[in-house]
C-alpha cells in the first residue's frame, strides 16, 4: 500500500510538473487551455475520504495558481471537482458498489465509464474556471467555447496518460 501512495506522489509531481512547465505555456488557437493537473483529483483511490480529497484539491490547487499567477482560480476549480467527485462517483457506482482501494481509471472501470465520470468532472472545472476568469455573461458564448474546447483536449490528454500508465503496469 505505501508503493502505491509513493508512485500516486510521484504521478502527481509529473504531472503538476508537466502543467507548469508546458502546458500553462500552451494556448492552441487562442482559446484552447489544456489543464491535465485535475487527472490527479479524478483518479485518486475511491476510498479516500471527502475531507481528504478537499484538502487536496485546495493545495493542489493553490500550487497550480502559485506557478499561474492567478489568485486562487485553479484553487477553487479544483475544490469544486474536488467536492462533485464524492457525488459522482456515488450516481456513477456499480451495483456491487466500489471493491475497496479501487481506483475510477480505464483499466479497472472501463472507458466509457472513464469517459462520463472525466468528462462531467473536466467539463465543471472548466466552466467555472472560465466563468471566475471572465466574470462577465456577456462573454458566456466565449467562455462555452473555450470550455468545451478546452474540456475535449484534457479530455483526450487525460485518456492518453491513463493509456500510457496502464500500460506500464501491464509491463510490471
Do not use: C
Not at 509513493?6 to 489544456?34: C, E, H, K, Y
Not at 485518486?44 to 492567478?70: A, C, E, N, R
Not at 451495483?95 to 479501487?102: I, K, L, N, P, V
Request: overall charge positive.
Amino acid at each position: 500500500m505505501r508503493t502505491d501512495g509513493f508512485r500516486f506522489l510521484i504521478f502527481g509531481l509529473i504531472v503538476v510538473f508537466l502543467q507548469v512547465v508546458i502546458l500553462n505555456n500552451i494556448q492552441f488557437l487562442g482559446f484552447v487551455n489544456p489543464y491535465l493537473y485535475v487527472m490527479v483529483i479524478l483518479v485518486l483511490p475511491v476510498d479516500v475520504s471527502k475531507h481528504q480529497i478537499l484538502l487536496f484539491g485546495f493545495f493542489l490547487g493553490l500550487v497550480i495558481d502559485l506557478f499561474s499567477s492567478t489568485i486562487g482560480l485553479h484553487t477553487s476549480a479544483a475544490l469544486l471537482i474536488a467536492f462533485l467527485r464524492f457525488f459522482l462517483l456515488k450516481y456513477l457506482a456499480p451495483r456491487d458498489g466500489f471493491e475497496f482501494s479501487s481506483r475510477p481509471s480505464i483499466s479497472e472501470m472501463g472507458l466509457p465509464w472513464f469517459i462520463s465520470y472525466s468528462g462531467i468532472l473536466i467539463l465543471a472545472h472548466h466552466f467555472f474556471l472560465f466563468s471566475l476568469e471572465s466574470l462577465k455573461f456577456s462573454e458566456l458564448g466565449q467562455i462555452l467555447i473555450r470550455t468545451f474546447s478546452s474540456a475535449a483536449f484534457t479530455l483526450l490528454l487525460v485518456i492518453a496518460v491513463e493509456y500510457l500508465r496502464y500500460r506500464r503496469k501491464v509491463r510490471s
